[in-house]
C-alpha cells in the first residue's frame, strides 16, 4: 500500500508569513492528491483536490504543487483562521491514504 | 446546501455492533459515493467504506469482513455496521460526501475528494 509521510509534523508560524508544508508519497501518485484542514473539534474541510485545483470558496493564499511523490500545501500569507492541522491524502486510489498531518501552530 | 449528521449510539461493548446513520439533507443522493471515514489519535484518518447512490459498496480491505455499508431505499441516509468490535475501534466517525474529480486528463468517480462532511459523532467502545 502506497504511505504518505509529511513534513514537517509540527510548524510555528506568524500572521502573514508563507508557509510550505510537504507531502511525500512511497510510490508515484500522479497528481493524485488532496489537502485538507482541520479545526479542534470540527471534521476535515477540503481545501485542494488532484494536487492544485482550489475547492471552491477556499481563499487563494492556499495553493498546491507537485506531482509523483512529492507535493507541497503552501499559505501565501498566513491569516488567524489558518491556524489548524493540515493532512494531504491519497485520490484516486484503493485503499486511500492520509497523511499523519502537520500542526500549524501561532508563534 | 447539503448537510450530513451521523447519529447512533456513543458507547459499544467488546464484541458487540457498532451502528450508525448518516442523514443526507439539502441535496440528491444520485451520483455520489457516501463514504464512512473515522479518526482516531493512534491511527489517524481511517477510510471505512463507501456506498454509490446505486447501492455498490466498496470497504477498506483492512477491515475485512466486519464492516457493511447500506443505502436507504428512501435516499434519505445510509448506514454503517461494524461487527465484534474492540477498544481498537475507538473513534470519531464522520459520513462524507465524494463527488468525484477531474484533472487535465479525465474524470474520477469515485475520487475519493470529500468535499462535505458531517460533524462526527464520537464512538467508544467498552465495557
Known amino acids: 500500500d502506497i504511505q504518505l509521510t509529511q513534513s514537517p509534523s509540527f510548524l510555528s508560524a506568524s500572521i502573514d508569513d508563507r508557509v510550505t508544508i510537504t507531502c511525500r508519497a512511497s510510490q508515484g501518485i500522479h497528481t493524485n492528491l488532496a489537502w485538507y484542514q482541520q479545526k479542534p473539534g470540527k471534521a476535515p474541510k477540503l481545501l485542494i483536490y488532484?494536487?492544485?485545483t482550489l475547492q471552491t470558496g477556499v481563499p487563494s493564499r492556499f495553493s498546491g504543487g507537485g506531482s509523483g511523490t512529492e507535493f507541497t500545501l503552501t499559505i501565501s500569507s498566513l491569516q488567524p483562521e489558518d491556524f489548524a492541522t493540515y493532512f494531504c491524502q491519497r485520490l484516486n486510489g484503493y485503499p486511500i491514504a492520509f497523511g499523519q498531518g502537520t500542526r500549524l501552530d501561532i508563534k | 446546501q447539503v448537510q450530513l449528521q451521523e447519529s447512533g449510539p456513543r458507547l459499544v461493548k467488546p464484541s458487540e455492533t457498532l451502528s450508525l446513520v448518516c442523514s443526507v439533507s439539502g441535496g440528491s443522493f444520485s451520483t455520489y459515493h457516501w463514504n464512512w471515514i473515522r479518526q482516531s489519535p493512534g491511527k489517524g484518518l481511517e477510510w471505512i467504506g463507501h456506498v454509490y447512490y446505486t447501492g455498490r459498496t466498496k470497504y477498506n480491505p483492512s477491515l475485512g469482513s466486519r464492516v457493511t455499508i447500506s443505502l436507504d431505499t428512501s435516499k434519505t441516509h445510509f448506514s454503517l455496521r461494524l461487527t465484534s468490535v474492540t477498544a481498537a475501534d475507538t473513534a470519531i466517525y464522520y459520513c462524507?460526501?465524494?463527488?468525484?474529480?477531474?484533472?487535465?486528463?479525465?474524470?474520477?468517480?469515485?475520487?475519493?475528494?470529500?468535499?462535505?462532511w458531517g460533524q462526527g459523532t464520537m464512538v467508544t467502545v467498552s465495557s
Open positions: 462524507a460526501r465524494d463527488p468525484g474529480f477531474c484533472d487535465t486528463k479525465t474524470c474520477y468517480t469515485p475520487g475519493y475528494n470529500f468535499d462535505i
Open positions: 488532484a494536487a492544485s
